[in-house]
């Protein structure tokens, strides 16, 4: 059974940086897109950065500049660096795997970014 289990959340001041990151446990077969999403109280989930087996990333524009998001394939581990953190960047993170046409997520991670 895949299970993910995001870490690296906590509270920081504007302008610091955080990196989140994302085991996969229990998979079994090729992991192919990984993505971190978010969620604001108040507002639905949004993608936040993706990146698909090849590398490919694509981005929110809202981020775009400041993460990065990365893979190790071989530890079957996903990253997010965060940096020059907003107030508005404050969220519950989650991580998603598609594994086999199969969506995996995690429980989520709080980053809370104060001004």
């Given at each position: 059974q895949v299970q993910l289990v995001e870490s690296g959340?906590?509270?920081v001041q504007a302008g610091a940086s955080l990196r989140?990151?994302?085991?996969?446990?229990g998979v079994t077969m090729c992991i192919?897109?990984?993505?971190?999403?978010?969620q604001a109280p108040?507002?639905?989930?949004?993608l936040v950065a993706h990146i698909t087996s090849g590398g490919t990333t694509n981005?929110?524009?809202s981020v775009k500049g400041r993460f990065t998001?990365?893979?190790?394939?071989a530890k079957n581990t996903l990253y997010l660096q965060m940096n020059s953190l907003k107030p508005e960047d404050t969220a519950v993170y989650y991580c998603n795997v598609l594994i086999n046409v199969i969506n995996y997520w995690?429980?989520?991670?709080?980053?809370?970014?104060s001004s």
């Open positions: 959340g906590g509270l989140l990151s994302c085991a996969a446990s192919s897109g990984m993505g971190w999403y978010r108040g507002k639905e989930r949004e981005y929110a524009d998001i990365s893979r190790d394939n995690g429980k989520g991670t709080l980053v809370t970014v």
